[in-house]
């Protein structure tokens, strides 16, 4: 991407120039670019037994029983509150 910057010269005309383009995110420490680390865990508990965990399918099946279980709770709660 490219970035214009306006200025102008002595005699008040303006004019463009192209401007360096800055990264939001610089990495610095080159040894620390390398890949990152995508296994499913806490901070640095990653076991393998919960790799299985780890799929947009596991993903998904979990997505649906939380929100089943969130949608009955609430309707429990409503109906409980409309006949008192």
Known sequence: MIFLQM???QN???KSEKAEETPLNVDTDMED???EDLRYGWGNI???CLQLLNS???FVT???FFSFIQGN???IIQSGLATT
């Open 12 to 14: 008040g005309e303006l």
């Open 62 to 64: 979990a997505l649906a």
């Open 46 to 48: 990653r076991p393998k």
């Open 7 to 9: 200025s102008s010269d």
């Open 33 to 35: 670019a390398g890949e």
């Open 73 to 75: 709770s609430t309707d």
């Open 56 to 58: 947009p399918k596991c």
